[in-house]
């Protein structure tokens, strides 16, 4: 369940970069929203969704991560200002987010098709969402909204370890590397996000009730959600999602 993720240069670089290997593709191309708390599992359902039907994940989080890394003539202006607003600790416009995914939009329209996970993240992100399939035309298979019990997101942020080399994400109880602190895949040297310590937990818990949370109405009165509940297994929660999308077709 760790391996190597597919090739996100596209995304995660944005400009004239391209992808070396996209996900086998299984002949649909799949168009999913994943919508959940932070820590709920989404990136990790994600990985196993790529894994059965070929969609590519495109994580907004992943993109301001891997701009840390980028040489600052790299990065677009939107991409500077964000993580500018993030230095600050403040949260990134959602004018500014939108910039990011537009100049990224031949990833929506990928063969492999798409998982957009932390993107759309508040309402006015998705009507711009909704504005960018309709120009390029395409439409949401299904919106996958991911629940769990507080208490139970909080043990998981503050047990997840992540590679900053190929993005793994491992926990230390739940799915812990075969040696402590070091990438199965790549070797990297696993650490632990800054907005997993309680502090940042809590405001990031905050922006999702206010922003985020809103939106189930918003993908329900389009009929496109699904609601899964997100305690169990990653296999099991996954089993979960393929059986509620089978339900709906
Ligand atoms: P982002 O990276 O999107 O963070 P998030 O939404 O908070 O989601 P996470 O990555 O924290 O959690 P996840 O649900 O993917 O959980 P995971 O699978 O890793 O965004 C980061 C920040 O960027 C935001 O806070 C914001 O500031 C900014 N940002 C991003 N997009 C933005 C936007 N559109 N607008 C404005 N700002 C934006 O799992 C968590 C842990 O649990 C792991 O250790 C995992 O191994 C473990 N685990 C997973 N499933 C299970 C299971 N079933 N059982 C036991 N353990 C499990």
Known sequence: MTDAKPDRSAWLKGGNSKCQAKPAATGKPWRFVLLGAPGVGKGTQAELLTARLGACHLSTGDIFRAAKQLDERERT??????????????????????????????????????????????????????????????????????????????????????????????HIENRPPKKEGVCDNCGGELYHREDDRPESIRVRMEAYWKSTAPLTDFYNRRGLLLTIPANGTPEEIFNRTMEALHARS
């Open 77 to 170: 202006p939107a991409l500077t200002a964000a993580l500018e607003y993030m230095r600050r600790g403040e949260l990134v416009p959602d004018s500014t987010v939108i910039d990011i995914v537009r100049e990224r939009r031949e990833c929506l329209k990928c063969e492999s098709g798409f998982l957009l996970d932390g993107f759309p993240r508040t309402v006015a992100q998705a009507d711009a969402l909704e504005v960018l399939l309709k120009e390029e035309g395409l439409r949401l298979d299904a919106v996958l909204n991911y629940e769990l019990p507080i208490e139970l997101i909080v043990k998981r942020l503050s047990g997840r370890r992540t590679c900053p080399g190929c993005k793994a994400v491992y």
